[in-house]
């Protein structure tokens, strides 16, 4: 799907003749991550979750500054890039991409492997917050490449988008709980489309106010809390979830092969800014974050389906409903 994308662009006559405008590229990437989200807030375990809740806090934040202190120094020292713009790309390639992680995930959890340890959960979970440090400290640090804007204004804007995405997924986790009421008819049905609109609305509305984290977190905990509420319809409204990734996956990996997601928005800036220098690092970040969608996506996905099964052990029993059962483990 992403080499489909990038020959699409490349190719002269068929780049000529099969066009995405940028907003319509950016909205159907969105959409696919409100997909996405909701299914790692339907998967994730609740048990699991309360139990490894302080290495989900060390694995969300912990590999992600890891990898953007050690991506700035080799971009200073070995591109040349200036410090903020060494940050810059160390936060583009320091994101976890949850279109790559939660598909696996799931996978592993539907086999019943490190469930017994909760590692899918934790994976899910930690992934998604992953990604709003990932994008404060991008933000931030692209607000001082291009002197605009207060570094703590950026900071504290970063607390902000987490506070208003628990807040407003809380709100409306518990409100679709119970609404529609359990006695309707096509009752899956009516909770699927509702957690997806709703998932989209957040998403949407949180890039619009200017607090692009916060849909993320609200979907994902929007999601998690509706799951819990539904019992038994839950597998039921997944199983639908799964059937819109898989309309609007290729859709994600085509555009993101096409143009390289976040690293554009550095080219952008630049390029309004009209400095030829400034250009020229905004086009490192594109290429660097390109090349590493290209390279470690899909062999990311490709190692975790080969080495998950041998590496994490599988659950010793499963439920009538297919449910796989165990104890989490702060081991993991």
């Known amino acids: 799907m992403l080499l489909a994308g990038f020959l699409i662009r490349n190719i002269p006559v068929i780049n000529d003749n099969v ?18 989200l909701v299914r790692a807030g339907l998967g994730l375990d609740p048990q699991a979750l309360r139990k490894l809740k ?37 936060f583009v390639l320091g994101a976890v991409s949850p279109a790559v ?21 934790l994976l899910m979970a930690a992934g ?10 991008f933000n931030t640090c692209l607000g001082m490449a291009f002197s605009t804007g207060s ?25 679709i709980q119970y609404f529609p009421s359990s006695d309707q008819d096509k009752l899956v049905w009516k909770r699927a489309c509702l957690v997806l609109g ?22 994902l905990l929007m999601a998690f809390l509706a799951g819990m509420g539904w019992s038994s319809e839950k597998a039921e409204v997944e199983k639908i979830i799964a059937v819109a990734w898989d309309i609007f996956q290729p859709l994600l990996f085509g555009l ?7 690293g554009s928005v550095a080219l952008d ?38 080495l998950g099964p041998r590496l994490l052990q599988k659950a010793a029993h499963q439920n009538n409903d297919g449910e796989v059962r165990g104890e989490p483990s702060e081991e993991v």
């Open 256 to 262: 993101i092969g096409a143009e390289a997601a976040i």
């Open 198 to 219: 709703l998932s989209v609305l957040s998403v949407f509305s949180s890039v619009y106010l200017g607090f692009p984290g916060s849909g993320g977190l609200c979907t």
């Open 151 to 175: 570094t703590v204004f950026n900071v504290l804007r970063g607390i902000l988008e987490v506070v208003i995405g628990v807040a407003a997924g809380a709100l409306l986790g518990f409100f």
């Open 54 to 90: 302080g290495v989900c806090v060390r694995l969300a934040m912990g590999p992600c500054l890891v990898e953007a202190c050690s991506s700035a120094l080799l971009a200073h020292f070995l591109m040349g890039l200036p410090w903020q713009w060494g940050f810059i790309l160390g």
């Open 101 to 121: 992680v939660v598909p696996s995930m799931l996978l592993l959890q539907e086999g019943g492997y490190g469930v017994e340890k909760g590692v899918p959960t």
């Open 19 to 36: 066009q995405i405008k940028q907003k319509w590229s950016s909205a159907l990437r969105s959409i696919a991550l409100s997909v996405i």
């Open 128 to 137: 998604s917050f992953d990604d709003i440090l990932a994008t404060t400290g």
């Open 269 to 306: 800036t630049a390029r309004s800014h009209g400095e030829k220098q400034l250009e020229e690092y905004g086009m490192d970040v594109l290429t660097v974050a390109f090349l590493s969608i290209l390279i470690t996506a899909p062999i990311g996905s490709l190692l975790i389906g080969l």
